[in-house]
């Protein structure tokens, strides 16, 4: 894992995120954004999701809690690849207004993925 676990940025205009240029090979497989387990968001490498995300919300469709994993993280999930040339991504509208994230937010590990809440979030 990289030596980065936390950053703050301020998205631009187009609601892009630059991820850190020390992080940027961790994401070279891609993007997953997803809504978190409160008022924040997930932001995972793509093979991280498909390696831990995707097996965990697998199992019976009678089974209550994996239904409850799958809406909570399939809900607003977007896919995409880094912009290569800045390491950009943006992040949906409708993600950010889940999170309150206004312009600036905060991300921090939490083990293979980054938590993404507004500077002022007491998680």
């Not at 980065?4 to 205009?13: G, V």
């Given at each position: 894992?990289?030596?980065?676990?936390?950053?703050?940025?301020?998205?631009?205009?187009?609601r892009r995120l630059t991820i850190p240029t020390e992080l940027r090979n961790e994401f070279a497989s891609g993007v997953v954004l997803t809504r978190g387990f409160d008022q924040y968001l997930h932001l995972y490498p793509r093979n991280v999701w498909d390696r831990e995300v995707e097996p965990a919300l697998t199992g019976s469709i009678l089974d209550e809690k994996i239904s409850d994993l799958n809406v909570r993280f399939r809900r607003g999930k977007t896919e995409a690849e880094l912009d290569q040339k800045q390491g950009r991504v943006t992040i949906e509208q409708h993600l950010l207004d889940y999170a309150g994230i206004d312009r600036e937010l905060v991300a921090v590990r939490a083990g293979a993925y980054f938590r993404i809440m507004p500077p002022n979030a007491d998680i």
């Open positions: 894992m990289a030596g980065i676990d936390y950053f703050e940025r301020k998205l631009d205009d187009k």
